[in-house]
């Protein structure tokens, strides 16, 4: 019987969690543990880093795992390579389910730079309003660059935060573009951080951005082993059935 191990946390490895609970596919999905409060899943879940490729390799033998899906967010680059390496090494396969990143329109102004380093270092200079919207793992290393007001908006509370100027929203996607252009009037916001994440989940602040002429600092994706990838849940389970899962069982 095979068994399949979701690496997940984004909104396409939801989707995938329901559509193979409903096609009575054995599987097992993995939280990184990022989040205080993750969403709750149709099949049996995890909670928690393996432990480098080793704590991973282990977990597949340990639980037998025949597949992975690689479902995490594009920018969680040390787990996705962990999970190409394990699974070249033991012969399971691996694909990954992930989003087209975004692209810039005519209207767009978009700074890009490599990592977050770059990030950090481009925003050297006069202090401006900035909506920083990279997630609360990366936030001490903009705390480099004080002079800036900070407008952050997370998931969850933060315990603490380094930054001496800023305001906090909580709050989770999907967002609309009218929201963020009120939230971004209301914050005067000057400048925009942003990874590269792709999807439409958080699209709207570009699109905000973009209708009110403020410029992003548009951090690319990491580079990444080749991978076979998918971007919907179809693909993945067309791929599922032609290496020897049997669907709707």
Known sequence: MPNLLILGGTTEANALAKSVAGQGI??????????????????PTRVGGFGGAAGLARYIRDHRISHVV?????????????????????GIPLVALTRAPWASGAQDRWQHVPDIAAAVGALSGPAQRIFLAVGRMHLADFATQPQHHYLLRLVDQPQELP????????????????GDVALMERHNTELVVSKNAGGTGARAKLDAAS??????????????PQRTEFTSVPQVLDWLAHSGVNLGV
């Open 70 to 90: 690689d479902a995490t967010h594009p920018f969680a680059a040390q787990m996705s390579r962990n999970a190409v390496n394990v699974c070249d090494a033991t």
């Open 163 to 178: 930054m001496p100027n800023r305001d906090v929203i909580v709050s989770r996607g999907p967002f609309s573009v009218e």
């Open 211 to 224: 209708a009110l002429g403020v410029p992003v600092l548009m951090i690319d994706r990491p580079v990444l």
């Open 26 to 43: 054995p599987a097992i999905y993995s939280y990184a543990g990022r989040v205080d409060t993750p969403r709750p899943q149709p099949i």
